[in-house]
Nanobody, 120 residues
Framework: QVQLVESGGGLVQAGGSLRLSCVAS????????MGWYRQAPGKQRDLVARIDSGGSTNYADSVKGRFTISRDNAKNTVYLQMNSLKPEDTAHYYC??????????????WGQGTQVTVSS
């Protein structure tokens, strides 16, 4: 069983910063890619940022230059540093991980999410 637990969300004023963390635990051999997604009320869940096992990243256009994704492979942890936050960044943020098991099967998992609210 694999669990992803996010933390670091909260309420912040526009222009402020937050750092999200997501820790994966369980019977993990290794983790391929990890990513952050977000979903605002009434909208679909969209990719925010993704990082693969080699450290290559990709970002949604709306967050480029403001958000930075990073990971600590030894800790099975992914981070999202969010700077210059805008009200439109308000959403529930979810962590996703593509986990590789000892038999080389790969499954992806979602965390429960953490709320980010940016006030104007």
């Amino acid at each position: 069983q694999v669990q992803l637990v996010e933390s670091g969300g909260g309420l912040v004023q526009a222009g402020g910063s937050l750092r999200l963390s997501c820790v994966a635990s369980g019977s993990i051999f290794s983790i391929n890619a990890m990513g952050w997604y977000r979903q605002a009320p009434g909208k679909q869940r969209d990719l925010v940022a993704r990082i693969d096992s080699g450290g290559s990243t990709n970002y949604a256009d709306s967050v480029k230059g403001r958000f930075t994704i990073s990971r600590d492979n030894a800790k099975n942890t992914v981070y999202l540093q969010m700077n210059s936050l805008k009200p439109e960044d308000t959403a529930h943020y979810y962590c996703r991980a593509w986990v590789i098991f000892t038999d080389r099967t790969v499954y992806n998992y979602w965390g429960q999410g953490t709320q980010v609210t940016v006030s104007s």
